[in-house]
Nanobody, 120 residues
């Protein structure tokens, strides 16, 4: 059983930074492409970023390109999302996921979310 545990959310001011972490257990992280998604109140969950299993390629939604950076440390079984220049519209529950990148991210396993709240 694969388990994903996200952490690092919290409250930040607009223009600030937060770094989310996602730890995987039950399987080796290197087997999966990894992604981050978010869901704001009253909105559908949306793709944020993804990274291939080797870490060689990354993908971002237009809304976070240039501000967010996804990375991974397969030795530590962890994936990260560095979020800079945060905006109030980044407020959402952020979830990590394990799966496959095939032009879009196909989720095989979801982690629980971590709340990110950005004040103006």
């Amino acid at each position: 059983q694969v388990q994903l545990v996200a952490s690092g959310g919290g409250l930040a001011q607009a223009g600030g930074s937060l770094k989310l972490s996602c730890a995987i257990s039950g399987r080796t992280l290197s087997l999966y492409d990894m992604g981050w998604f978010r869901q704001a109140p009253g909105k559908e969950r949306e793709f944020v970023a993804a990274i291939r299993s080797s870490g060689g390629s990354t993908y971002y939604s237009d809304s976070v390109t240039g501000r967010f950076t996804i990375s991974r440390d397969n030795a530590k079984n962890a994936v990260y999302l560095q979020m800079n220049s945060l905006k109030p519209e980044d407020t959402a529950v952020y979830s990590c996921a394990a799966g496959v990148w095939a032009g879009r991210f196909i989720v095989q396993y979801w982690g629980q979310g971590t709340q990110v709240t950005i004040s103006s």
